[in-house]
């Protein structure tokens, strides 16, 4: 996988690792990546090493996230939290542009994005999959968008290889990990035995080369590699959960009057958690914000929910009034229709919605519900 | 520890925004119903918008209130446009509140448009229902413009009332056409309406094409699309050659804000102007 | 049963829809007691409440059927035109008009007597249901549209 001119592996000692964030800030990089805050392992600036969730994991299972000590000091010894890197690239709120009134008529400002060099280091396989999957979304149509783009064209992707799989995990069935395939510009296995405490560096791209050119590690043992090659199959072989894909897209066309789409609405509180959690939900609503002087208008973009009420509001009704509509066009997207649109899951396997959704609503297991024919009714009965 | 890295120079993205209005001038207001007026706009500066294509839509800006997808009714090559709006909530009732003189915002157009020239060498139905006629208008007319291209052209317009009916005086110009027979159709009349009354799908009878050589153009509510579009298919007009142009809210009109999808579809970039037979299996569904 | 109809008449009955194809005895006999008519625009075919003892074959013209109220203006619901009926109340009791029948265009139509025509259709069965197979189409066509502008279809 390595390019010609990117180097092969390194080893640096887990002493060393605050080499690397200084690398990466000689390449001109801020460092965003885990933290604990609030309970949980987010993503947000780190100032150093220390900032890192040092022997920390978190513990997840459908409804259910808590963090626990580590027997060990491990950098990464977690899956995956509340936050995505989604909102690096697509700001949870952002201003598009503002306009001001000219005379009789009005002129429009563009917006500056902040130009500030992200790398974001600790990203997940799955995760540099959802990148890829909002790539598509944000730059793949015949208008790319111009404030994810800018920003996507400042990041470094330093990705971290799962050493442990989370309760929710199910990317092997996802095809979108534990390794990490393509999309990283630097990719880490973090070793904590047998040996030191050590990382294994990989640059895939000439960005990520430039960074490992800056540290002073030397080239990885033969046997490193292949430690890094157990930790992720050992990984693998320990999913939380998994999902049978196969032929999931013609599944949800063809079942969109089951019952089991009865028995989760009861269920599901349309909160919306499992689109906030989610790295690939892009849904998104623009609001005007008027000045006091009525003179200058700021329009606003802000993430938006397929759970919320008024997202297809029309005539003064909603298209998708039940919840069991709003639940069914989540997930009918994610797994099926956005094949349709992107040429891809919408879905990369990371378990956040398990996770993070109040009641437990586990898509794995409505996916494997919604198999089962229904007793009386297998095919749609007509409106 | 060192400090974060001073930022590159260069920080301004220069291209306009894709979502940014271009302004626009009122050049006059005709009222068409009650609730209803036609805007005829032209571009205020030297920036506009390319000629829309028939069935394609505009998002129209009031300044400081928002955006509304309104369908484009004509476009001239000089760059100007006729949109016709209802006043039905916070953007549109703005809208139609302009006076000429005053700006309106605009970017388009967006979507798919009917495919005309897919029609060629066959039979034309076109049925339109209450507000559907605006964006069918530009199709109608760019039908009559190579007449010789097209079999029969029946045109059926139905609307709730007389008074709801738009385009008064323009469609008794089209009754009097040989080339395209014309229907107009009320759902309920009173003693002063000479003309037909009854739902849009009782006119179809009377309607004369050759169904498997024929395309139809279907705009209106829904569910009056839905019923013209299967009362077509009952008479035979092949599934894949009936066309129905979707209504869905929408925020972004260029595939990025997801509040448009329609099943597999993207109304905005997508449609708005799909196949019956691919949006059947969804509409038989409820609130898909 | 009385003298033999006007052949023009017969023919015209059986070139109607709701007779093509059904047997030619039934379409004598039902002729046997027809009569074609003329309105004028404005003219009343039938008026809501009164004895309805006609089916009303429509020939040409335009006939729209009204509903009013004392407190609301009069609501055409329907317009009817050539090839089309007016009128199912002389087949079903109370035998009385639910409707104003009015021409809004000179209006030319064979005029058939209900009573004569349900005493036929009772003596031959197999007429009978020959006929309610065409008739019942219609009115399940008027109760569709009904329903249809229930929906209020243009309603946003
Ligand atoms: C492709 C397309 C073409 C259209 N063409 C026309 C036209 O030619 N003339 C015309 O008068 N109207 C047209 N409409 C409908 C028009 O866009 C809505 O009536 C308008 O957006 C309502 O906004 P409002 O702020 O006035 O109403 P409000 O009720 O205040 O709107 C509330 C919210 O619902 C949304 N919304 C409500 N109704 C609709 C709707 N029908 N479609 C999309 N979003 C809606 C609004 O965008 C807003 O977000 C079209 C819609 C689409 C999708
Ligand atoms: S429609 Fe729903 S599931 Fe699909 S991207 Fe938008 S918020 Fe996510
Ligand atoms: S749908 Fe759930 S498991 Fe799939 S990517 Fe989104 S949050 Fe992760
Ligand atoms: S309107 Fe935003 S995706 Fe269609």
Not at chain 1, 140 to 146: E, F, Q, S, T
Not at chain 3, 63 to 80: C, F, H, I
Request: with cysteine; hydrophobic share 40%; proline share 8%.
């Amino acid at each position: 996988m390595v390019g010609s001119g990117t180097g092969g592996p390194r080893t640096l000692p887990r002493e060393e690792f605050p080499a690397f964030f200084e690398a990466l800030r000689a390449e001109g990089y801020a460092i965003v990546g885990p933290t604990v805050r609030d309970g949980a392992i987010v993503y947000d600036r780190l100032e150093g090493v220390d900032d890192l969730p040092i022997g920390w994991t978190d513990r997840q299972e459908a409804g259910r996230y808590r963090l626990e000590r580590r027997s060990d000091r491990a950098l990464f010894g977690y899956s995956v939290g509340p936050f995505t890197w989604k909102k690096f690239l697509f700001p949870p709120r952002e201003r598009l542009f503002t306009i001001t009134r000219d005379g009789p008529s009005f002129s429009v400002a563009p917006e500056a994005t902040d130009p500030t060099r992200l790398a974001l280091l600790g990203m997940r396989a799955c995760e540099l999959a959802g990148l890829e999957v909002t790539d598509r979304v944000f730059q793949g149509g015949a208008v790319a968008d111009p404030g994810y783009s800018a920003r996507r064209s400042r990041i470094l992707r330093v990705a971290v290889q799962c050493g442990q799989a989370g309760g929710t995990c199910f990317c092997v069935s996802m095809g979108t990990g534990p390794g990490v395939r393509d999309g990283a510009d630097l990719v880490l296995t973090e070793i904590l035995e047998p040996g030191p405490h050590r990382f294994l560096f990989e640059a895939r791209t000439r960005a990520g080369a430039g960074v490992l050119a800056r540290l002073n590690a030397p080239a990885a043992a033969v046997a490193d590699e292949r430690t890094a090659g157990e930790i992720v199959a050992r990984t693998a072989s320990s999913m939380g959960r998994s999902l049978d894909t196969a032929g999931v897209r013609d599944l949800l066309r063809e079942t969109l009057q089951h019952p089991r789409w009865d028995d989760v609405a009861r269920r599901c509180l349309s909160c919306t958690n499992c689109t906030m959690v989610c790295p690939t939900c892009f849904c998104s609503t623009q609001e005007e914000v008027p000045d006091l002087t009525g003179a200058t208008v700021e329009r606003w973009r802000r993430w938006d929910s397929c759970f919320n009420l008024a997202f297809t509001e029309l005539h003064g009704t909603a298209v998708r009034k039940s919840g069991l509509s709003r639940y069914r066009q989540w997930l009918t997207h994610k797994l099926g229709t956005w094949h349709d649109q992107f040429g891809t899951s919408g879905c990369i396997g990371c378990g956040r919605c398990i996770t993070w959704c109040p009641v437990g609503i586990d898509l794995t297991a409505e996916i494997a519900a919604l198999r089962v024919a229904p007793a009386s009714t297998s095919k749609e009965a007509p409106r | 520890m060192l400090a974060d890295p001073s930022p590159p120079a260069a920080a301004i993205d220069p291209e306009p925004p894709p979502l940014a209005p271009i302004p626009y001038v009122v050049r006059s207001v005709t009222t068409e119903t009650p609730d209803t007026v036609t805007l005829t706009i032209r571009p205020s500066a030297t920036r506009r918008i390319a000629t829309p294509r028939p069935g394609q839509f505009n998002m129209l800006y009031a300044f400081g209130v928002g955006e509304s997808a309104i369908s484009v009714s004509r476009a001239t090559p000089e760059g100007e446009l006729v949109h016709t709006v209802r006043r039905v909530g916070k953007v549109t009732n703005a809208l139609a509140a302009l006076t000429p003189g005053d700006t309106v915002g605009v970017r388009g157009p967006y979507g798919r448009g009917w495919p005309i020239a897919e029609a060629r060498g066959g039979d034309v139905v076109v049925i339109a229902g209450g507000l559907g006629l605006p964006p069918l208008r530009p199709a109608v007319y760019a039908i009559l413009s190579q007449r010789e291209s097209f079999g029969r052209v029946e045109v059926i317009y139905g609307a709730r009332s007389p008074k709801d009916l738009v385009y008064y005086d323009e469609i008794q110009t089209w009754r009097r056409r040989t080339d395209v027979r014309f229907q107009t159709t009320v759902d309920a009349a009173g003693r002063d309406w000479y003309g037909d009354v009854g739902v849009v799908t009782t006119r179809l009878p009377d309607a004369r094409f050759d169904p498997p050589k024929t395309t139809a153009f279907v705009c209106g509510p829904e569910i009056m699309m839905t019923l013209s579009a299967k009362a077509l298919a009952d008479r035979g007009v092949p599934r894949d050659r009936i066309w129905v142009s979707m209504e869905r809210n929408m925020k972004c009109a260029i595939g990025l804000c997801g509040h448009c999808q329609f099943g597999p579809s993207f109304v905005c970039r997508d449609g708005p102007v799909l196949r019956f037979s691919a949006l059947e299996p969804f509409l038989a569904v409820k609130e898909v | 049963m009385s003298a033999a109809p006007p052949p023009d008449l017969v023919g015209e009955i059986a070139n109607h829809p709701l007779f093509a194809g059904l047997d030619p005895k039934l379409v004598r006999s039902a002729a046997s007691t027809a009569q074609e008519r003329e309105f004028a625009a404005g003219d009343l075919l039938a008026r809501e409440g009164t004895t309805a003892d006609t089916l009303l074959l429509i020939l040409r013209g335009k006939v729209a059927l009204e509903v009013g109220a004392a407190d609301r203006p009069t609501l055409t619901v329907q317009t009817v035109g050539p090839g089309e009926v007016v009128g199912w109340s002389w087949f079903v009791p109370p035998f009385r008009w639910r409707f104003d029948a009015r021409a809004v265009k000179p209006t030319r139509a064979i005029v058939l007597n209900g009573p004569a025509l349900r005493e036929t259709l009772s003596r031959h069965p197999a007429w009978g249901f020959a006929f309610l197979v065409r008739f019942l189409p219609l009115i399940a066509e008027r109760l569709e549209n009904t329903r249809i502008q229930l929906l209020d279809i243009h309603a946003r």
